[in-house]
T-cell receptor, first 114, second 110 residues
Framework: AQSVTQPDIHITVSEGASLELRCNYS??????LFWYVQSPGQGLQLLLK??????LVQGIKGFEAEFKRSQSSFNLRKPSVHWSDAAEYFC????????????FGAGTRLAVHP | DGGITQSPKYLFRKEGQNVTLSCEQN?????MYWYRQDPGQGLRLIYY???????QKGDIAEGYSVSREKKESFPLTVTSAQKNPTAFYLC?????????FGPGTRLTVT
């Protein structure tokens, strides 16, 4: 079955430290890939997306993600975390064609220590 | 400002009552979606609509109903047949493969 896995349920980092959130997907073909962020009690905000081309994509708020086809991964990174980055992060994929059904991972909750 | 609005932000109902959640968008998107979010889980698709007067069931449509009479509006009714309706409900609209989310409605049924 098609699925998205975010192996880390909770991650805690210190402010100013680097961050990497993992995402793996299981599909036969390369899907379209997304990272969303959700602050408590809020909707989801799109951070970045990958459709094709350069495998390193830049997003908002200083985030970037790298698509690695050989590993079926789309990990999210940030070089220096700010306290305001504390939130829940969701990786999602969609298969092109038909209607655009997003498949979400279970999310990674990020805590930032001062 | 363009965006997606959901109302109300918090909703409380007694068990056995139907309740309707509002979703409006002014982004001129053809497609609209309803998701349910439970703690520790990702989002699960309830219903989606690609065009006015047409909608399709998602993965967890049982106990829910929708209508799409206008491009801007996609209300979701949580019926008494939904066995566990307490959750956070998110509406989205989209174009192409991108979806944009509203702020959500937290429904509590007691």
């Amino acid at each position: 079955a098609q699925s998205v896995t975010q192996p880390d349920i909770h991650i805690t980092v210190s402010e100013g430290a680097s961050l990497e959130l993992r995402c793996n997907y299981s599909y036969g073909a390369t899907p379209y890939l997304f990272w969303y962020v959700q602050s408590p009690g809020q909707g989801l905000q799109l951070l970045l997306k990958y459709f094709s081309g350069d495998t390193l994509v830049q997003g908002i708020k200083g985030f970037e993600a790298e698509f690695k086809r050989s590993q079926s991964s789309f990990n999210l990174r940030k070089p220096s975390v700010h306290w305001s980055d504390a939130a829940e992060y969701f990786c999602a994929v969609v298969l092109s064609g038909g209607y655009n059904k997003l498949i979400f991972g279970a999310g990674t909750r990020l805590a930032v220590h001062p | 400002d363009g965006g997606i609005t959901q109302s109300p932000k918090y909703l409380f109902r007694k068990e056995g009552q139907n309740v309707t959640l509002s979703c409006e968008q002014n982004l001129n998107h053809d497609a609209m979606y309803w998701y349910r979010q439970d703690p520790g889980q990702g989002l699960r698709l309830i219903y989606y609509s690609q065009i006015v007067n047409d909608f399709q069931k998602g993965d967890i449509a049982e106990g829910y109903s929708v209508s799409r009479e206008k491009k801007e509006s996609f209300p979701l009714t949580v019926t008494s047949a939904q066995k566990n309706p307490t959750a956070f409900y998110l509406c989205a609209s989209g174009t192409g493969s991108e979806q944009y989310f509203g702020p959500g409605t937290r429904l509590t049924v007691t």
